[in-house]
């Protein structure tokens, strides 16, 4: 990988893809680009060069991946789960309507191209835990359809056109720069800011409700090491499964309250988020994605919470015991 171009940009994995991108093949090789243009102090923007880009348009998309010249796009732009359930045709629109898009643009101008399903690729008749590699998908959420249909338009355009296509099936990731963009894990990140500015938390699912996490370095990590693995390795492409963690909010809540005495979690699930937790694996095997590219995670439930805290300025006050 020596140039790469990232759509959804601003969004919540684009924001620190672009950091890490930018320190390791320097500033001016990565372009970032969204619908959206954040404001100028916003580090995706102040890093290095920003575009406004539509990934829908076409014409657009090959005009600039044209002038631009990555050898790799990260398409991140997207809408997520609980948006869109709210939107569902928006949602068709954008994850399907995007993605043939760069997938076009890639045949004309010649890119490898990373596009992130999720554990919302399954659905309520998937073995939850552990969930195979390759297993049921019949997903019922628009977005879920969407990441399934996403992975086999990726595989598609490997077999059929040779355009490099590659993928991963993210957990619910947990992170401090960006907020989320509107999914149904989306209560990992909003119950730190909460402990730490209100002391309490009204959490939108069931205290039972587990599902696979990650922490945000492991997430980007992960992007780019497949981008840079061996493709003769590569048997699952576009959808590989991986997973860092298990977590209950309860758990989440706990290891917070062991480190923020007095935070207080109340729960008062929401109907539509709780229904698409439940549809959702509780524990993904990943170990398609260990033997295939050596994937393994850094962080565990303790060292996400740890950094986590220390990047939002908590000042540490109590010892946590181990184990
Ligand atoms: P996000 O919602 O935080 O960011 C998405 C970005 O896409 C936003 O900045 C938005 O402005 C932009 N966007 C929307 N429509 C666009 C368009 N038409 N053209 C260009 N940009 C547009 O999402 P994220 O969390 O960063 O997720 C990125 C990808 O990773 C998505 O495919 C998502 O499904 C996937 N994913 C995320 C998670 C997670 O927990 N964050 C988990 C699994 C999979
Ligand atoms: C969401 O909750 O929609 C995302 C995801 C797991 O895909 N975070």
Redesign the pocket.
Known sequence: MRRALV?????????E?VQALRAELGSDRILA????E?DADHPVVAGGPFQR?????GDAMTRVTGSFGPDVVF???????A?GEAHPEKAY???M??LVQVLEAARTNGYAVF??????AFGPGTPPDPTPQDTIQRPNTM?GV??VA?ELLCDYYHHRFGVDTRG????????YS??????T??YAVEIFHAALENGSYSCFLAPETQLDM?Y?PD?VRAAMELMEADPTRLRHRNAFNITAMQLTPAQLAQALQARIPGFAVTYDPDPVRQAIADSWPRRLDDSAAREEWDWAPAYGLDEMVDDMLAHLGHPHTVDVPSG
């Not at 759509?7 to 924001?15: F, V």
């Open positions: 759509t959804g940009a601003a969004g919540q994995i684009g924001t893809l680009t969204d619908l959206r954040p880009l539509d990934c829908t348009d398409h991140l732009a997207a809408i997520l789960s948006v629109a954008v994850n309507g995007g596009t992130p399903s999720s554990i919302a977005y969407t990441k996403g991963l099936r993210y957990p619910g990731l947990i992170s960006a907020p989320p963009g509107g999914g894990t989306d990650m945000m997430a």
